[in-house]
């Protein structure tokens, strides 16, 4: 993992260099190891690296990488967990390599197969190979968008980074996009699902996931395609029993790929049933291991014993430390435990969101920055977690009615009817009236008025200043789309690939290379991904429960009230009553204060009382304000 950044000129700039050196400075947190540049001799193309040192600890693996004799040079952020398999597939194709890591085989497969070698990486990944032959810039983000990639062009520069930060360290001005601004405080999200390189400030994109880029100092217009899709609408005809069965194999591979490592290898566990069952994965392959010493390197104690992170708060209804400590003593895991507070948010919320760059919706990010804090404390740098299965396995509560509405849909009014009543016994709290039932039969209908209904929440919001909603004149819909759904995929898919998902994945990224950690998260393999969007709904919700399938593989791994529990909290922190604390509800009023002077929100705003709310409530406009205002 590591931190990359560039700049592409038509012409030479003798600045160049400095500007370069000021970006990876910038990026100084996502690679701690080691840091490099490399120009062309043309003093056009200007590459710059910081490396996190996980694979190859060697000088052989330094960034920017030269291969076929300077032809073509590569600054990579990421992992390819399959490099291994296509190394030796170019070896016997004639190619040689000089370092152990990956990086070096994503050149060679680029200049054996082009544009066509991201077909091969299963991984996550964002990486730019100039080739001097070609006088062409080539970038690519992997599938889900799980590692960054931000630019900058004109018609002089291509400039690109990791983050946004190392951009506006090259004089691009720091300008928040207004209409994302008006999203974010009344809707609570900064992605645009339709226009995808949009990002909460002007001037800078983002690199959609599943793309790639192409740019030259002649042409100075990139152009981006798409290279993976994920479909939603393939089927397979499987029994409940063989797909739990072949969804173990590949959840089990993609677990032993993302072991592969260097350097100390841990999880974060949250109690919930996704971190839970990485931790049963990497428990079971150490367990069938023949090679018992490497997995205690691999996980950096001679025990051999898997080390967790976790953040726990006493008292809290919410709390996870039951679940925790019944798994981490069910598996012989060593757990660390941290216990955030409101006092550390308010001395470390300047920090949290320099780090974040655009805003976040709850206080859990927070949480999350703390267990990154937590392994780096402990001295483990890379850590597996369970993100991603709530989008590809149908996981939130929230999913429940769309599952309802596609049954209803087949005119299967009695199983609709009695898979509510399993919901309701399980303690699954959904909406459901006659609104649900049109839209099962009127799915486009129902589209439209979800369209509606984000729009009005836009324009009414009783704080927002008129004038901004005044000065957005012909952008009111921007940003604001809903999939029209007639099965749980629909959805699913939205999440996954369009909205939801990828912003999930910026608190991960920001968090753990805030304090130089490395997340990998094994449920994002394209291959289990794939194969669970081939499974009908009925394996994904059934008799009750969401992730449905989960819970029939890990049955017999994982402690049944971890298996079969009813709620779902992950890394929740106790936000409302945080927001109970007289320093942070005076921190809350200066943020609107601030935004009162801005023009964004109206001066009656200051009159009303802090409402303080749960992490993943509605309407946390108060958290909004805390933190836009600081981003301002």
Known sequence: MCGIAGILLNKPNSEAPVFLKKMTDALAHRGPDAEGSWSNEKNTVHLGHRRLSIIDLSNNAAQPMPYAAGRYHI????EIYNYAGIKKFLQNKGYNFSSRTDSE??????????????????????????DEKEEQLFAARDRFG?????????????????????LWKTGIEKNIDRKMLLNYLTLGHVQNCVDKEQ?????????????????????RQSRIKRYWQLNKETRIEISET?????????????????????????????????????????????????????????????????????????????????????????????????????????????????HQEEPFQSAGIYTQYKVFELAKQHDVKVLLDGQGADEILAGYPRYIHWYLQEVLSRHKLGASRKERKAFLKNDQHFPWDIKNIFAAFLPSHAAIQLEKKEYLKTIHQPDISTDLIRSLAGREWEGIHKPIVTKLNDIL????????????????????????????????????????????????????????????????????????????????????????????????????????????????????????????????????????????
């Open 105 to 130: 085989v994503i050149v060679a497969a680029y200049d054996y197969w082009k544009e066509r070698c991201l077909q091969q990486f299963d991984g996550m990944f964002s990486f730019v190979i100039w």
């Open 493 to 632: 898919y939205f999440n996954t690939s369009e909205m939801g998902l990828e912003e999930l994945l910026r608190f991960a990224d920001r968090n753990s290379m805030a304090h130089g950690r490395e997340v990998r998260l094994p449920f994002l393999s394209h291959e289990l991904v794939e194969f669970v969007f081939s499974l009908p709904s009925q394996l994904k919700m059934q008799a009750g429960w969401t992730k449905y399938l989960l819970r029939k593989a890990m049955d017999k791994r994982l402690p049944p009230e971890i298996t079969w529990r009813k709620n779902k909290v992950g890394f929740e922190p106790p936000q409302k009553l945080w927001m109970q604390n007289g320093a942070v509800q005076e921190y809350i009023q200066e943020s609107k204060r601030k935004l009162v002077k801005a023009g964004i929100l109206n001066k009656k705003a200051l009159d009303k009382k802090i409402e303080p709310a749960a992490a993943h409530a509605e309407k946390n406009y108060d958290w909004r304000y805390l933190c836009a205002a600081q981003l301002l």
């Open 146 to 166: 799980e590692k960054p990639f931000y630019y900058y062009e004109d018609h002089e520069h291509f400039i690109f980074a990791s983050e946004m930060k190392a």
């Open 199 to 219: 990002t909460f400030f002007e001037s800078v994109y983002s690199l959609p996931p599943a793309h790639y880029l192409k740019v030259s100092p002649a042409d």
């Open 242 to 354: 063989d797909a739990a069965e072949k969804f173990t194999e590949i959840f089990d591979s993609s677990v032993k790929k993302r072991l592969r490592s260097d350097v100390p290898v841990g999880t974060s566990l949250s109690g919930g049933l996704d971190s839970s069952s990485v931790a049963a994965s990497i428990n079971h392959l150490n367990r069938i291991s023949p090679a018992a010493e490497d997995i205690a390197h691999i996980l950096g104690n001679p025990s051999g014993k898997l080390q967790s992170f976790s953040a726990v708060f006493p008292g809290f209804e919410n709390d996870e430390s039951a679940y925790i400590n019944l798994l981490t003593g069910n598996l012989s895991i060593k757990n660390h435990q941290t216990q955030p507070d409101a006092a550390g948010l308010i001395n470390e919320f300047e920090k949290l969101c320099y």
């Open 75 to 78: 600054v990579h952020n990421g």
